[in-house]
């Protein structure tokens, strides 16, 4: 089974929204590489620890990081080398995947639902790249799980239960007009909430997604601070077919 670990950035409401952009970001990895995951993580924790004495249990989370030090004695500097730590831990895992979804709100209709378009694409990228092998060991049999912070939960619960049973899908443009019913049938469960200070994959997921916003919309300190394309620090590590329409794999939506 593939666990996907997800955290957002951004809001998704669409009128009179503080952000223009919201973002997604999933980290793949197959339950045999779990562990090695989990320990993987662990160890860097400790390192953090060692080097600028952040302790093992605190929270990574990024925009609190940017406003605020998690720990005393840890200055701003240092919290914004902490998240760029991270994303270079992260692409030396040749065994993980990562998945983005960026939902741009201009022009967008006032019925638009950001939360539900933003994770549609998200799980389906997530349940095609399984069927198609294509996520690291290629267990193209296999099933996917749904790891996220408790938010919005319930609305969440319901769209994977509606598309696990219909899942209407456009025709591509060479087969005319209309759409097919392709139920997301790898997906199993609902999604698991769980709160992020109790997941160092979850906290990474959440250093992802804030990267994939700024790379679209950066404050003026990740501008200062020459960050904002640090998402391509991961580019060994992209799921790149989730989107050939830029070079990251990034669906924009």
């Known amino acids: 089974m593939y666990i996907m670990y997800v955290d957002e950035s951004g809001d998704s409401g669409l009128i009179n929204s503080p952000t223009r952009y919201f973002a997604l970001s999933g980290i793949i990895v ?33 925009s609190e990081y940017v406003r605020s030090p998690p720990a005393p004695g840890i200055s701003k500097n240092q919290r914004l ?14 065994f993980i995947s990562i998945t983005n979804v960026m939902v741009d709100k201009t022009g967008k209709a006032a019925d638009y639902d950001v939360f539900d378009n933003a ?15 294509n996520f690291p060991g290629g267990h193209k049999a296999d099933k996917g799980l749904v790891i996220t912070d408790n938010t919005e939960g319930e609305k969440l619960r319901r769209l994977i239960r509606r598309i696990g049973a219909y899942n209407p899908v ?12 392709i139920p997301m049938v790898r997906i199993v469960e609902d999604a698991f909430g769980k709160d992020s200070r109790d997941s160092y994959m979850i906290q990474a997921a959440d250093v992802c997604a804030y990267f994939l916003l700024q790379k679209h919309a950066p404050c003026a300190y990740i501008k200062k601070r020459g960050a904002v394309h640090y998402l391509n620090r991961l580019d060994s590590i992209l799921n790149k077919r989730a989107s050939q329409f830029n070079g990251f794999g990034i669906v924009v939506l």
């Open 30 to 62: 197959h339950e045999s590489r779990w562990r090695d995951l989990h320990d993987h993580l662990l160890a860097f924790r400790k390192t953090l620890k060692g080097v600028y004495g952040l302790p093992v249990r605190t929270e990574i989370h990024s």
């Open 81 to 94: 080398s902490i998240l760029r730590n991270q994303l270079d831990e992260l692409a030396k895992i040749d």
């Open 119 to 133: 994770w549609r694409a998200l799980l389906q990228r997530f349940d095609n790249t399984i069927g198609y092998g």
């Open 170 to 181: 456009p025709n591509q443009q060479h087969a005319g007009p209309g759409y097919r019913d």
